[in-house]
């Protein structure tokens, strides 16, 4: 009865950091208990650039990706074409995160305009981080430049999601303009 409302005014905005965030504590978490922790990767910004999304339903649709303790980042609305098996949703636009060493997957939700949820596709960051290419000072990327993942709703597939991914240091900034991934 007290519990719940005390706890919205308190602790329920609190968001208390990961110990594996820690000097070593990360690494060494991964490397002697791989059976209960994630494999290690180091603190990075990531910019996911969300290209084009096929076979997607809805009218308006838009993408939220969320991480850790990032605000959730989106794109803009684009109405999605009647055909979109054949005629992508194109978005080209990046997102932007900070991702820590706790933080294991980055989710991506496909949302309708109204916010209706019709799909998640979860990227985890040991698909992509060790094998990133380029100078960590200034910019990693992928050699085949775009992934691509499927959005699921209920364990079915609801729509195929291709981005492109660039990681650098924390703290620094990315260049605003990437060379073409054609």
């Known amino acids: ?107 991506i939700q496909l949302m309708e305009s109204d916010g209706k949820l019709h799909g998640i596709a979860i990227l985890n960051c040991a698909e992509f981080y060790y094998d990133l290419e380029g100078d960590p000072e200034e910019v990693l990327y992928l050699p085949q430049r775009a992934m691509r993942k499927k959005f699921f709703a209920d364990g079915r597939p609801v729509g195929d999601l291709q981005f492109s991914v660039f990681v650098t240091n924390p703290g620094s900034s990315l260049p605003e303009v990437m060379q073409t991934l054609q």
């Open 1 to 107: 009865f007290w519990y719940p409302p005390l706890h919205e005014r308190t602790f329920a905005h609190c968001h208390f950091d990961s110990p594996r965030n820690y000097c070593c504590l990360g690494w060494l978490s991964s490397t002697f208990c791989p059976c209960c922790c994630p494999p290690y990767h180091p603190p990075f910004r990531l910019r996911l650039v969300i290209h084009e999304a096929l076979n997607v339903r809805g009218d308006l649709v838009y993408i939220l990706a969320s991480c850790g303790n990032n605000p959730p980042k989106t794109t803009t609305l684009q109405q999605v074409p009647k055909s979109s098996g054949h005629y992508p949703v194109r978005w080209n636009e990046p997102l932007e995160l900070d991702v820590a060493t706790s933080d294991e997957s980055v989710q």
